[in-house]
């Protein structure tokens, strides 16, 4: 059962009016009060991280250097807090007088004592079950926003809700999503920008069209909604900006699978400027001579938007991959600074995005600074820095025939968060080299509610198709770049899988990054030189925060897996070791070991499948409705979900009810009979029957 504290009165009236009535008034305007005037003075509480990325800016560093290059290796545990949650944990907490507010699974919010890790709330929206089947990469959240006396979150289902910091009281909540019949979910932090709060939404991969909105942060009351890709062309446009981006797209596109471009996690509020920057996503479905059969640049996908948070104005827009075919989204963190280029100061907005390419940009006016390979590119040669597009390469259109292609749809970065060093000048990027084959789908059929990506990819091999790639390379890795110079500086391989955590960068010069093997690794930020390493018992995708308490430094994260790769363990990983109970785990100097949890047990052999005739002419039909409904959880591996090569004989009993009438939704199985027959779900039956003998008798064949 999910925990929560709050006013059921309060509760109530939310949801019969959708707002809280003038007496659901803060109680306590000391808690959790942030506002423009403390944002701009943060330089004068350097213990304080007010915002998800600390500053405004979302710069992931801190001023503070208690904890150093000197010191590190004294930094141990201090202590933890358990959220009773077995899934992802991906947000950076915000430390604001004495209290850390954090996101969890479904969007469940937390509120911790930063010295002891004691709670002292939560609210728990109380997600349906079912709504897990509409998330393609785990029930996360990215985080939450604290303004004002208010802490503003963002639940699985879609909606957004304003607590009271001081107890988690609800004094408002709105229904964010445009059609409930239609797989959206929310996986980002909400946003303030200037008197609005900003959301997006996920979903590409299910059929869906992007859009972001803005409520007025006192009511709840909408105040704007901006459409990330057009809807159909005989329809009138919902505003200006869509007119412009629909001649970039096929008149006979796709318009009812939506188009994709979900806003699903980087924005930005520059509060000189009044400049909100939001990066979208890919396109849906990835496809473009399915999605839009013309071509065309397919505007806003792949994009970054500088949008005026007062009215829902465009201000300008700059695309990352023109018609994009391989769910290269740039939704990836976006930092704001200012560097000196060619002797000249600009404000830039610098993104890493999925595609490899390192960009910078003059976010005043959208010019491109720079865009250089900070992985390994295959796709495309370069980026014309006159038309600021990229030049593909033949080798990356696969419709005709498969490619192995770099970046992999997991990208070159994913939503893991950099940090960017003013005293270095240096950005730690959390990058990988995955190399993988698409291929299109043949005959593609676009099924409601589930994944409708138009292509499927798989690992790939090393082989001359991709030139002088060196498969040592592959796998994920810490790497520091120069954004002036648009060239690495140091680099540490982080073995061969690709998922690690976010980044922190301190002025104590260090660089904290936690890793797949459950190692918090702290590094010196000028050189790379690794300095201490502390085995926490998780596998940790989150980026850890810094702060102070009563004059003493701590360092916190998030440990939970889960997202993109949650239907699978990674050999050696912690996770495959310990579980994945979640944690908020902090750390100061002087501190111990970290409590590591016990061992799980060695997993069991595939068992003796039941004696069942196999349909043989559903098998195709099986394996196709499996990839599509069930795969993005169920690898059939050890990992996270269950393996259902494995299944129970109470299990093969309850398949049907299982699949069909979510007869286990309570632990997240929703049921599918909206979606899938009694003779689909019979012929993925046939399959899993089919795979678990071959399985069994592989695994009877073998001593290993």
């Known amino acids: 059962m999910h ?33 423009h005037d403390r944002l701009k ?25 208690q904890i150093n290059d000197k010191n590190a290796e004294q930094l141990g545990f201090a202590w933890q807090y358990f959220t009773d949650t077995h899934r992802g944990l991906e947000a950076t907490p915000i430390f604001v007088d004495g209290v850390l507010y954090v996101t969890g699974n479904w969007g469940i919010v937390f509120a911790i004592d930063g010295k002891t890790g004691e709670e002292i709330w939560t609210f728990d929206p109380e997600v349906p079950g079912k709504w897990a089947r509409n998330a393609c990469c785990d029930v996360v959240s990215r985080g939450l926003s604290v303004w004002k006396g208010r802490v ?92 412009m981006a629909s001649k970039t797209w096929d008149p006979n596109s796709r318009w009812d699978v939506g188009g994709g471009g979900t806003a699903w996690d980087a924005m930005v509020y520059d509060p000189e400027l009044n400049l909100l920057y939001v990066g979208t996503g890919n396109g849906s479905p990835w496809v473009q001579t399915e999605r839009s059969p013309g071509g065309g640049d397919n505007l806003f996908l792949s994009s970054i938007l500088a949008i005026n948070p007062d009215n829902g104005r465009l201000a300008w827009h700059y695309q990352t991959t023109p018609g994009d075919n391989w769910d290269y989204t740039a939704t990836q963190p976006i930092i704001l600074t200012d560097l000196t280029i060619d002797g000249k100061k600009r404000k830039v907005l610098m993104q890493a995005p999925k595609n490899g390419f390192f960009y910078v940009l003059d976010r005043e006016s959208g010019e491109l600074l720079s865009a250089e390979k900070y992985a390994a590119v295959t796709w495309a040669s370069h980026v014309d820095m006159t038309t600021g597009k990229p030049q593909v390469l033949a080798q990356a259109y696969y419709d005709d025939e498969q490619k192995l292609i770099l970046p992999s749809p997991a990208g070159a970065h994913n939503w893991q968060p950099m940090a960017y060093n003013p005293n270095t000048g240096l950005v730690y990027i959390p990058a990988m080299n995955d190399p993988a084959i698409f291929k299109k789908r043949e005959n593609f059929e676009f099924i409601k509610g589930i994944n409708n990506q138009g292509a499927h990819f798989s ?45 922190l960068t301190t002025a104590g010069n260090l660089v904290i990054q936690a890793r797949d093997d459950g190692l918090l ?35 916190a994260v998030m440990a939970g897996y889960g997202g993109g790769p949650f239907g699978y363990f990674p050999v050696g990983s912690a996770v495959e070791k310990y579980g994945n109970e979640g944690r908020l785990i902090a750390f100061k100097i002087g501190g111990g070991a970290v409590p590591l949890p016990e061992e799980l047990d060695p997993l069991g052999p595939i ?12 098998l195709d039909e099986g394996e196709k409705l499996f990839v599509k409904a069930c795969g993005e959880c169920h690898w059939n591996i050890n990992g996270g979900y269950p393996d259902l ?22 632990l997240g199985m929703a049921g599918f009979a909206d979606i899938l027959s009694e003779e689909q779900v019979e012929a993925i039956y046939s399959y899993l029957i089919e795979l678990s003998n071959i399985s069994y008798k592989k695994q009877q064949a073998t001593t290993d």
């Not at 810094?546 to 360092?555: A, C, L, P, S, V």
């Not at 068992?607 to 559903?618: A, T």
């Open 41 to 65: 003075n943060l330089a004068n509480e350097p213990g304080s991280w007010l915002t998800g990325g600390r500053d405004s800016g979302q710069t992931h560093y801190s001023p503070l250097e």
């Open 607 to 618: 068992p003796e499948p039941p004696v069942q005739i196999v349909r043989k002419d559903f």
């Open 645 to 666: 090569r494995r299944m129970s004989p109470e299990v093969h009993t309850a398949f049907k009810d299982i699949v069909l009438h979510g007869q286990r939704e309570d």
């Open 3 to 35: 925990r929560f504290v709050f006013c059921l009165a309060t509760v109530m009236v939310a949801l019969i009016t959708g707002s809280c009535s003038e007496q659901a008034n803060i109680s306590d305007k000391t808690a959790g009060w942030i506002d």
């Open 152 to 243: 503003y979150a963002a639940s699985l289902d879609g909606r957004l809700f304003s607590l009271d910091a001081a107890n988690g009281n609800v004094i408002w909540q709105v229904d964010t999503f445009t059609d409930r019949t239609i797989p959206y979910t929310i996986t980002g932090a909400p946003r303030i920008a200037g008197k609005n709060v900003v959301i997006g939404n996920s979903g590409a991969e299910y059929g869906v069209r992007g859009y972001v909105t803005a409520y007025d942060l006192e009511t709840g009351k909408q105040s704007w909604r901006f459409y990330t890709v057009p809807g159909d062309p005989k329809k009138p446009f919902e505003h200006p900006e869509l007119e």
């Open 521 to 555: 690794v702290v590094y010196a930020a000028d050189t790379g030189q690794v300095l201490h390493k502390i085995q926490t018992g998780s596998s940790i995708l989150a980026a850890p925060l810094t702060y102070t308490m009563d004059g003493e430094q701590y360092i």
């Open 459 to 503: 690992e790939g091999t090393i082989t001359s198709e991709i030139g002088d790639f060196d498969a040592g390379e592959a796998g994920g890795f810490l790497l520091a770049w120069d954004p002036v110079k648009a060239a690495p500086v140091w680099r540490h391989r982080l073995g061969d899988f690709i998922f690690h955590g976010g980044v």
